[in-house]
Nanobody, 128 residues
């Protein structure tokens, strides 16, 4: 079993930056594909970013965040990050990290149903 805990959310002005962290406990997730999702009030959950676990890093981003957000991982710290730059009011949402228990080393996953473990979420609010 893996427990995921997100941190780093908060209130920021449009154009600003935040870095979210998600730390795993219970077992190492060095061989787990990882992802970030978000959900705004009244909207469906949206894919944000994903990263593989293999030696060659592969990442994949949702269209709305491409070029502004960067996902990375530090397996030694059992942590995945989401660097968010040039934030916009429409980025306001609860952000969730997710881990998939199995997968080839090069693959990334953008479907929420493919993930096995989820954090509790962290609120990001971007003011205009």
């Amino acid at each position: 079993q893996v427990q995921l805990v997100e941190s780093g959310g908060g209130l920021v002005q449009a154009g600003g930056s935040l870095r979210l962290s998600c730390t795993a406990s219970g077992r190492t997730f060095s061989t787990y594909p990882l992802g970030w999702f978000r959900q705004a009030p009244g909207k469906e959950r949206e894919f944000v970013a994903a990263i593989n676990w293999g030696g060659v890093v592969n990442t994949y981003y949702g269209d709305s965040v491409k070029g502004r957000f960067t996902i990375s991982r530090d397996n030694a710290k059992n942590t995945v990050y989401l660097q968010m730059n040039s934030l916009k009011p429409e980025d306001t949402a609860v952000y969730y990290c997710a881990a998939k228990q199995n997968g080839p080393p090069s693959r990334t996953y953008y479907g929420g149903k493919e993930y096995d473990y989820w954090g509790q979420g962290t609120q990001v609010t971007v003011s205009s």
